[in-house]
């Protein structure tokens, strides 16, 4: 691994060839810790983009943890049922191939998924039997 000589970020490639760069942020005592990539999935076109938002109340967020190469996507209680679905769909391919951010790297690939969040559960009444079982 080296640094990238424009911005100094660490880089390097996967063993499949990708080129990867890790974010960085200095703290106090002068070491360096990881920042999470944040990406909000957009209803109308149905895929993520970056955001800068750390937290939402009425959108799907999908957090990318290189440190721990987890992608946790956090589900607010109003999003519907297809909402969540859809954007479940899009995190399971960025496990598969990753998700291109605007530093040109590929993040989250090989990650495990983990879905927090009630919503867009199956309502009540979807989950009982019409009839009453004898």
Known sequence: MRDHPVTNVPEGYTPDGYLYRVYKHRTAL????????YLEFNQTTSQFQETTRTSSDDSVLLVIDESQKRLIMSVPPNVSMIVRRAAE????????SGFLCRDGGRHGRDHE???VGEGGSLPDRLTRSPREVY
């Not at 769909?89 to 598969?96: D, E, H, L, P």
């Open 30 to 37: 002068g070491g360096y810790t990881e920042v999470p990539i």
């Open 89 to 96: 769909r899009q995190a399971r391919g960025i496990t598969k």
């Open 113 to 115: 998924l983990e879905v």
